[in-house]
């Protein structure tokens, strides 16, 4: 079942009739046939980009502080929901990443990626892996 909030939230999902990724909640109950409740849909590409994050690679700059103002004014102004890893290498090789704060996730577009590469920031975007710990 698909309340009509829910259908003009996800109606260009639907409009299309593509296969489609929903979330929601099975009603049981011995009166009538079991029901799904849609609270949540994407299409198939939006469901497989959910897990990307991006990874940001800064030019190396004398002046960190105006290059990482500019970088933060960037990603605040496009909301979204893929995390952002920034990716800096040690004067010794060393690669290190660090994944932003998660209230700074940025919506995925063209104009962004290019904002970015204009300041001379590297973009690419990767799947995030599972976590796997061991305890030894």
């Not at 700059?61 to 290059?67: I, N, R």
């Not at 040690?90 to 932003?100: F, N, P, W």
Request: aromatic residues 4%; proline residues 5%.
């Amino acid at each position: 079942m698909l309340w009509p909030e829910v259908y003009r939230k996800h109606a260009a999902v639907l409009k299309d009739e593509l296969a489609a990724v929903i979330t929601g909640r099975l009603e049981l109950s011995e009166d009538n046939p079991p029901t799904i409740i849609v609270d949540q849909l994407q299409s198939i590409d939006a469901s497989e980009r959910q897990n990307e994050f991006m990874v940001l690679r800064p030019p190396r700059e004398e002046d960190v502080s105006t290059l990482y103002d500019s970088i933060l004014s960037l990603l605040s102004t496009n909301p979204g929901d893929c995390d952002v890893t920034i990716e800096t290498q040690t004067d010794s090789g060393l690669v290190v990443r660090i994944q932003a704060n998660t209230q700074l996730r940025v919506k995925r577009s063209n104009e962004l990626e290019e904002a970015l590469k204009k300041i001379g920031c590297r973009v690419s975007f990767e799947k995030e892996l599972p976590v796997s710990r061991s305890l030894r």
